[in-house]
């Protein structure tokens, strides 16, 4: 049991340790974290407690589970807003997808008419596709066009950006972060507690390389991802469009590269040679 808490413990401070930077970074401090953590142990305990068939966890129970005293349990625990939008509910995000979907298919509609007759692609037919009608066209447009995706002109838009990035709203940004690493970690968290048949989520790695070679291979993984992504896109499209928002399952792909420079700090044993090697279940 120790040696499982010992690795465990280590294995969430690796996970942590990039969410740590950018809290410091974003002028978070220890009560924040501390508060966060408390309403997430309790969360995730009742959720724990309730998969068992326990409908409404007690107080001893949530206090075993969590480690929390009973008068930390009692006490009202705030319900942990919803300060972020659902990046999966985007109507921006989606028409630009979808936009994107059309390029591959047909490269002469990256300029498209705001409006146009019926039968005559448009921005406003890609936006009423994408949004199911659930959102003006102009709304969309603004938005896009404030996130400097697309640029308007004389009664037409022209896509201008290459992927749905908003680097120009934090508030999107911190989003996509939250769900894109959410997700990648409950596969991750599913694979190891051996929940259900393995996901898919793995990776390459390899040190001893240089930065040039680090930016080849990121530009090797850029251009086959926008291949797939067009393909993911089609089917996942396929696959809503069939159901007609009669079911409940969710899905997102994604992936990822990252490369720095080695750390000068001392390197842990055996790691001083070129390395390649590949992590993950499938």
């Not at 992927?163 to 694979?191: C, E, I």
């Amino acid at each position: 049991m120790e040696n499982q808490l010992a690795w465990t413990l280590a294995a969430c401070a690796r996970v942590m340790r990039p969410v740590v930077r950018l809290a410091l970074a974003m002028g978070v401090k220890h009560p924040h974290l501390e508060e966060m953590l408390r309403d997430l142990l309790l969360s995730e305990a009742r959720r724990s407690w309730q998969a068992q068939g326990v409908k409404n966890p007690n107080i001893s129970q949530l206090s075993v589970s969590t480690g929390l005293n009973r008068k930390a349990v009692t006490a009202k625990v705030r319900e942990l807003g919803e300060a972020l939008p659902h990046t999966e509910m985007s109507a921006a995000a989606k028409t630009f997808t979808l936009w994107l979907q059309m390029l591959a298919e047909h490269p002469e509609h990256r300029r498209l008419p705001v409006v146009a007759e019926a039968g005559v692609p448009s921005f406003e037919t890609v936006a009423r596709q994408a949004s199911r009608g659930n959102m003006h066209h102009r709304a969309i447009l603004d938005e896009l066009a404030r996130l400097n995706m697309v640029a308007e002109d004389e009664g037409h838009v022209e896509i201008t950006a290459e992927a749905f990035v908003p680097a120009k709203d934090l508030q999107s940004m911190l989003a996509f972060f939250g769900d894109n690493a959410r997700d990648h970690l409950l596969a991750a968290v599913s694979n190891t507690l051996g929940e259900r048949a393995p996901m898919l989520e793995r990776a390459v790695y390899a040190n001893g390389v240089t930065l040039q070679d680090c930016e080849a291979i990121e530009q090797l993984v850029r251009q086959r991802w926008s291949s797939l992504h067009h393909e993911l896109t089609h089917e996942m499209t396929r696959a809503v469009t069939a159901v007609a928002g009669n079911a409940s399952g969710r899905i997102r792909v994604g992936i990822y590269t990252y490369y720095e420079a080695e750390s000068a700090e001392p390197a842990e044993p055996g790691s001083g040679a070129p390395q390649i090697a590949q992590k993950g279940k499938k």
